[in-house]
């Protein structure tokens, strides 16, 4: 069997394209604020990359960066600003920071109506008792690529790999609202090819090259890859994509799957913040 792929940028364009319909529709431009710190390549990659689709929607590009010595107090400051401002409607703490600074403590600045990355308590709370709020947008962008696939999530086995805060457990936890059997697996999983051989609907997000190889899939299966990984010869994921396309019924391909979603979605999301402030 070869399995479909699933093309994370052609369903990016279409969540993009609906982004820009409802921004018309809205009457006013809503406003980004993507905070970065330092200069680590991959993080500054990712934030042209946000700051540019944003621009092309119609988002108003509010970018603040600052040096890696920062210090916790200015940048509280910052964000406290940042949410003071009716002009910002969304506000986007990149991750990681400098390990001199408390993420968790600056995140908890970010006025919930505005936490387009759903990363704020108030936004994990609101998924974890099944209320309406704001999504982290990686796994959003998966739960997106299942629907255009039309998997049935209702009584499937869902697996996830990874449970970060960011992705893993929110994931989870989405899959979980939308009435799958959900099992969480983790580096201290025991035997992790058995259990993920279970899954109907795999999602890996633990962040290590080639994990999950052929024998850790069921034939037929839908195959998330959410890992990003800079190697010699390209990027690559958690999946390994030339052996489990071969078993999997679908499969993400890296690039070109999980990452353009997570941009669409922060551009859905941000929308979404405008609305509803
Ligand atoms: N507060 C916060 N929110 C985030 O959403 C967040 C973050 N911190 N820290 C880092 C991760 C990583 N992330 C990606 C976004 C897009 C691609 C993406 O567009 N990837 C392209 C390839 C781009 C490339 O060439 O590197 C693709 O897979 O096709 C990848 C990774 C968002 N993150």
Same mark, same amino acid.
């Given at each position: ?7 994370? $940028?052609?369903? #990016? ?9 409802? &921004?018309? !529709? /809205? =009457?006013?431009? *809503? %406003? ?32 603040? $960066?600052?040096? #890696? ?9 910052? &964000?406290? !600003? /940042? =949410?003071?401002? *009716? %002009?910002v409607t969304g506000i986007l703490l990149q991750l990681p920071l400098p390990p001199h600074l408390d993420a968790d403590a600056l995140l908890a600045l970010i006025p919930p109506d505005k936490d387009v990355d759903g990363l704020t308590e108030t936004s994990a709370g609101r998924l974890a008792l099944g209320r309406p709020g704001l999504r982290p947008c990686t796994p959003l962008g998966v739960l997106e690529l299942l ?131």
């Open positions: 069997m070869t399995a479909a792929i699933l093309d994370g $940028r052609l369903l #990016a364009e279409k969540v993009v394209a609906r982004a820009t319909g409802d &921004i018309a !529709a /809205l =009457g006013r431009a *809503p %406003g980004l604020a993507t905070v970065l710190v330092g200069d680590d390549p991959a993080s500054a990659l990712y934030v042209r990359n946000k700051r540019r689709q944003c621009v092309a929607v119609g988002i108003r590009d509010l970018h603040r $960066r600052f040096d #890696a010595d920062v210090t916790q107090d200015e940048l509280a400051e910052a &964000i406290r !600003a /940042l =949410g003071d401002d *009716p %002009g629907d255009a696939h039309g998997a049935t999530l209702s009584g499937a086995e869902a697996v996830v790999v990874g449970r970060s805060s960011l992705v893993g457990k929110p994931m989870a936890q989405l899959l979980l609202g939308r009435d799958a059997t959900v099992t969480v697996c983790h580096s201290r999983t025991r035997d992790l090819a058995a259990v993920c051989r279970r899954a109907d609907v795999l999602v890996v997000a633990a962040g290590i090259r080639g994990l999950v190889a052929a024998d850790a899939v069921k034939p037929g299966a839908t195959v998330i890859d959410v890992g990003i990984h800079r190697t010699p010869g390209g990027l690559r994921g958690d999946v390994d994509f030339p052996a489990v396309s071969a078993v999997a019924g679908a499969i993400t391909p890296v690039p070109g799957g999980v990452g353009p979603m997570t941009i669409a979605m922060l551009l859905a999301n941000t929308v979404t913040a405008a609305r509803t402030l």
